[in-house]
């Protein structure tokens, strides 16, 4: 059973948090030139729209999912095992067995090291190509629940409960570890433009957004400072992603909502409506200006979101757990009755 969902008396709140770059975070209406995001005269952005490609099914219910940077792999996770398939022809790579629940799955960005966060408290390494396991790293006190690469691939850092810890990863030494919440830390995630920035994702309500500093007092540390502390409007905070700026926040919540924020301003800039329960996963796609959701309600929505505009919408019988993007324009969707979704983005206009 899929950690954090709500019991029949019970109901949690989930979000799932990505940043979308400056040149395209625009409100739905731009009131002046000069609101961030907006550029007098400037041109109509192409209409990205998405096709299923094909299906797999695992037939094991879904744990995680992730899409090599390159776009040309795909890892999944299900109870007791850990996969790698070529991504356009599904075909196995790779298989091995796990015996720990997986909650979270990163690729590096050379698209060479896979990283899992599992159950047992450990973050491993996995060959990308061979499937062997590279290296085992511990030190996180409970289950290590989310896990993410820095953009130059030089750090990686894992969640667990309350603490955040980082490895170098050239000699794979611990370099930082802090505690940055006040419960389980479910998404980590690296800006993607140099700035050393790092959003942690809790259920304690908040995405805190970190600044990555060399140490003063020992130059083979590196020290957070906290930048920015954003509360989400209702409890569990599931995932964290940055893209090319810092600039606006999308957060999808327990309600069936989709938020746009002004991350700088913590402006709220509009609001999407089209699932009707809490959204598990959000992420855009290769054209920033689209946006997809994965919700309990079993429906994934493709959308314009500065439009306000649903491009594409699908519901399935079960739960959608996870989403993932490629720069190549492909996505993913898992369902939690183990069946693998790939789309790809129509670009037109």
Known sequence: MKKGLPSLSIFYSFLSIAVIPFFFSLALVCKDSMEMGCTAGSTPQPTVTLREIKRIQTGIPLQAIAISPAGDRLAYAVEGEIA????????PVWKNEYHYPI?????????????SAADDGLVTIWDVKSGKRRHLLSGLSQWA???AFSASGDYLAAGSFKTIKIWETTTWKPVAQLQA?????????????GSNLLASASTDQTV?????EKSNENPE?????????LRAPTYWVRSAAFAADQAVLAAGSADGKLYIWDLHRNDLITTLSGHTSYIWKVAFSSQANSLISGSEDGKVVFWEWKQGVQR???????AVV?????????????????TIILFKENISG
């Open 322 to 338: 996870s989403v993932a993007v490629a720069r190549n324009g492909y996505l993913a969707a898992a369902l939690r009755d183990g």
């Open 208 to 212: 805190n957004v970190w600044q990555i």
């Open 312 to 318: 594409y919408s699908l519901q399935e019988n079960t």
């Open 181 to 193: 919440h006040q419960s389980y830390i479910w998404g980590l995630d690296f800006d993607r433009n």
């Open 84 to 91: 790698v398939l070529e991504l356009e022809t599904f075909n």
């Open 145 to 147: 629940t989310s896990v």
């Open 103 to 115: 909650n979270d799955l990163a690729f590096s960005p050379h698209g060479d090291w896979l990283a």
């Open 221 to 229: 540390k590196i020290s957070l400072k906290l930048f920015s502390t």
